[in-house]
């Protein structure tokens, strides 16, 4: 067993509260399915949000999510890079799993998809 993490991204159209819990739900979801995991076996998730988005936390969306209640959070601003994808969220999950790091399917959605289409898969 190890702590590995995984990673993902996606874009909102706006900065409004909905549509990032939103999204950042879709994202954690994406995550989940992809990769097989449960709840107790996470060990925190780090959330960024562009600079441009601020109308709510995103980890919100997490915390009322059925099982995900006890565990850790932290959310914060992605640095602000001239020219960076605009009104993205970014996720980072560190999981204890028996996956071996060539078996994590990371998530970066959407228009995210051009963030790193390395890890993006579908
Ligand atoms: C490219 C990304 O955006 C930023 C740059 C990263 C990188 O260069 O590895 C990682 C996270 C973000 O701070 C990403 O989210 O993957």
């Known amino acids: ?22 999204a950042t739900r879709k994202l954690l979801r994406e995550i989940v399915d992809r990769n097989h995991v449960q709840p107790e076996e996470i060990v925190s998730v780090f959330i960024t949000m562009s600079p441009d988005l601020d109308a709510t936390f995103p980890a919100r969306a997490i915390r009322i999510m059925p099982g995900w209640e006890a565990v850790p959070l932290m959310c914060a601003t992605e640095i602000d890079v001239p020219g960076a994808l605009e009104r993205c969220i970014r996720l980072l999950i560190l999981v204890n799993t028996e996956l071996q790091a060539n078996e994590i399917h990371h998530a970066y959605l959407g228009e995210a998809r051009r963030l790193r289409p390395d890890l993006a898969e579908r």
């Open 1 to 22: 067993m190890s702590v590995r993490g995984i990673r993902g991204a996606i874009t909102v159209s706006v900065n409004e509260e909905e549509p990032i819990l939103e």
